[in-house]
Each structure stands twice: as C-alpha cells, then as structure tokens.
T-cell receptor, first 115, second 110 residues
Framework: DAGVIQSPRHEVTEMGQEVTLRCKPISGHDYLFWYRQTMMRGLELLIYFNNNVPIDDSGMPEDRFSAKMPNASFSTLKIQPSEPRDSAVYFC?????????????FGPGTRLTVL | GNSVTQMEGPVTLSEEAFLTINCTYTATGYPSLFWYVQYPGEGLQLLLKATKADDKGSNKGFEATYRKETTSFHLEKGSVQVSDSAVYFCALGGSEKLVFGKGTKLTVNP
C-alpha cells in the first residue's frame, strides 16, 4: 500500500480565497483523522470520521472550516474564506480500530501558507 | 478523561549520549501506548508501541516499557545519533482516537 496520500504538499494562497486539502486513506482503514500542527498550538485534532461519517468535529476552529468524506477512499478539508492565522501544516491520518489497538498512519502533510 | 504528560523540550545532546524522554499518562482501563517520531518536514510515524502492562516496545535502538504501576512509558536510547534529531510524541490509545503529548524536540550534535 502507498500509505496515506495527501495533496497538495504545499499551498500558498491569499487571504479570502478558498482552500481545499485532499486525503486518500489506507485501503481497509475505517477511521480518518484531520490534524493541524503549528508552532504555537502544537498538534490539534480537528475532526474524525468512522466509516465515512463524521464522529467528532469539536476541534474544528470555526465555521470557515468544513470536512467531508464522500467515500471510503477520499476526504477533503475546506477552508473558506482563508485567513493568515490558518497557516499551518495539515495532516490526515487513518487507522483500523480493533477495540484497544488503534495505530494511526499519517500522511506527509500539506503546508498551507495564507498571505 | 485520558491524558498524556510528556517531558518538555527542547533536548540537546551530543552524539552517543544516553537519551530519556519521560511520558506519563492518565487513563481508564488498559490503553495501548505509542511513541511517534516526526523528522523535519515529514509526518508523524510510529516508532514503537506497547499494548499491555510490562510490554517493552523497541525499534531502531529505542525502547520503552509500559509501566502500569507508575503509569509511565518513558522513551530511552543508549547512544543517540545525529540522525535521531526529530520531535518525539508520546500517545495514548484505547479508544478510537489517540491522545498525544505536546512533543519533545531532540537535537543531537556531532
């Protein structure tokens, strides 16, 4: 398997523009997680899905952020409109939860810069 | 709720020095424990894991033992290399999501 795939790897945009980040989880995994990492706030869980259904979006910072998972092999995180404070590295991770053991596999991340 | 407390960094060592990064946890039940490593410019990757008390996880010369009596999972390596420079995260499993520590940045100088 190719692992978790994220695109784009780098995104530079201007304030007010819409940004869409994409993720393809590992085949067979039933959980998908979106994280944000910044120097100030560290690693934050934004939202996660189980079998394509959003389970907990309490980490989504505000209504400008939205995430979807239309099928088991694809998810998007959208920011509209983007702001400079959204600049961060966004990671997608997937896992297969077997009751206690839940190793997460991370993608390489998307580095977002909002000017 | 479940939580992880991880030694704050940054940690700077010379090559071949001994490394310990402390991690303690609070949890109900019998969680799994993980150490993840993040090299510069990359995503997090699993370094080692332990699924029950007294288990020892090991990989690339790193070790950590699941100590239920002290609720700890300290990361150790006997002789660090420059290539070990990275950020290390302790994580707690047991539910569908992981609880991560804040991360410890390690720099190893030649």
């Amino acid at each position: 398997d190719a692992g978790v795939i994220q695109s784009p790897r780098h995104e530079v945009t201007e304030m007010g523009q819409e940004v869409t980040l994409r993720c393809k989880p590992i085949s067979g995994h039933d959980y998908l997680f979106w994280y944000r990492q910044t120097m100030m706030r560290g690693l934050e869980l934004l939202i996660y899905f189980n079998n394509n259904v959003p389970i907990d979006d309490s980490g989504m910072p505000e209504d400008r952020f939205s995430a979807k998972m239309p099928n088991a092999s694809f998810s998007t995180l959208k920011i509209q409109p983007s702001e400079p404070r959204d600049s961060a590295v966004y990671f997608c991770a997937s896992s297969f939860f077997s009751g206690r053991y839940n190793e997460q596999f991370f993608g390489p991340g998307t580095r977002l810069t909002v000017l | 709720g479940n939580s992880v407390t991880q030694m704050e960094g940054p940690v700077t060592l010379s090559e071949e020095a001994f490394l310990t990064i402390n991690c303690t946890y609070t949890a109900t039940g019998y969680p799994s424990l993980f150490w993840y490593v993040q090299y510069p410019g990359e995503g997090l990757q699993l370094l080692l894991k332990a699924t029950k008390a007294d288990d020892k996880g090991s990989n690339k010369g790193f070790e950590a033992t699941y100590r239920k009596e002290t609720t700890s999972f300290h990361l150790e390596k006997g002789s660090v290399q420059v290539s070990d420079s990275a950020v290390y995260f302790c994580a707690l499993g047991g539910s569908e999501k992981l609880v991560f520590g804040k991360g410890t940045k390690l720099t190893v100088n030649p």
